[in-house]
């Protein structure tokens, strides 16, 4: 019998990496795990992105109201992108305010091939702050198929 209904899929990172206020190459995270993988998601199905969560810490250098702006791409250089610049404020700890996190719903579906229909599960994504720095320590994508 084949599967019916709605099925969410996450893929999650954890990494250290630094956030400050500009897009760089070297602040970016490639969403690996998106093809044959434990998570099962393949994006040449046409799956949903549904949500993005990003875990930030050790938060320095930030005045009121702190942001995070994202961008999701097909390429590592940040140049092929396939949801653009989106901004949130970071919602920062109730007890730690060097820790925060953001999440962004994204509600868009997608379906992974290059021109020629070869399958590139490749995700990479981009980050920068408005202001200060922190660590990047956790990434989470959640897909629906």
């Known amino acids: 019998m084949a599967k019916t209904g709605h099925f969410i899929h996450n893929s ?9 206020t500009t897009f760089a190459t070297a602040r970016s995270h490639n969403l690996t795990n998106l093809g044959a993988s434990s998570s099962g998601i393949i994006l040449s199905k046409g799956y949903f992105l549904r949500t993005l969560y990003i875990k930030l810490d050790t938060l320095a250098g930030l005045s009121a109201a702190p942001t995070l702006t994202v961008r999701l791409t097909r ?9 653009g610049d989106t901004t949130a404020s970071i ?4 007890t730690t305010a ?7 719903a994204i509600d868009f ?4 091939n290059d021109i020629t229909g070869q399958v590139i599960n490749n995700l990479h994504c981009f980050w ?15 897909t629906e198929e």
């Open 12 to 20: 999650a990172h954890t990494l250290n990496t630094l956030a400050n």
């Open 75 to 83: 390429d590592s250089a940040g140049n092929d992108t396939i949801v």
């Open 91 to 94: 919602s920062l700890g109730v």
């Open 98 to 104: 060097t820790e925060g996190a953001i999440t962004i």
């Open 109 to 112: 579906a997608y379906s992974h």
């Open 128 to 142: 920068k702050l408005d202001q200060g720095t922190a660590q990047v320590r956790r990434i989470e994508l959640t």
